[in-house]
Nanobody, 124 residues
Framework: VQLQASGGGLVQDGDSLGLSCVAS????????MGWFRQAPGKEREFVAG????????YYSDSVKGRFTISRDNDKRTVFLQMNRLKPEDTAVYYC??????????????????WGQGTLVTVSS
């Protein structure tokens, strides 16, 4: 599966922004999806994940209550709605596809397919 992320940009502290990730191929429904981010000089970190059926979602503590992950399997798209953005949310955001077991859900190595990344910059 190939992934194309979009929606990044420059926003101010407290603003909202929505990211999208469109998958090619007809196997999108077979994969759980995740959003990760990587800030300059830091390791890639888990942001949010959603199971292939869409019924279960997971979030990092740093974004819980502010970000929402969702998916539309008919459109082969996963979304990340980001509200109340903070400067520390500045990073390149990546979508990823895979079927990690629950204990590996937050590990980037558990996702074999990755999009190209989209930059989100939050100014203070």
């Amino acid at each position: 599966v190939q992934l194309q992320a979009s929606g990044g940009g420059l926003v101010q502290d407290g603003d909202s922004l929505g990211l999208s990730c469109v998958a090619s191929g007809r196997t999108f429904n077979n994969y759980g999806m995740g959003w990760f981010r990587q800030a300059p000089g830091k390791e890639r970190e888990f942001v949010a994940g959603i199971r292939k059926g869409g019924g279960t979602t997971y979030y990092s503590d740093s974004v819980k209550g502010r970000f929402t992950i969702s998916r539309d399997n008919d459109k082969r798209t996963v979304f990340l709605q980001m509200n109340r953005l903070k400067p520390e949310d500045t990073a390149v955001y990546y979508c990823a596809a895979g079927n990690p077991i629950l204990s590996n859900l937050r590990s980037a190595r558990a996702y074999p397919y990755w999009g190209q990344g989209t930059l989100v910059t939050v100014s203070s």
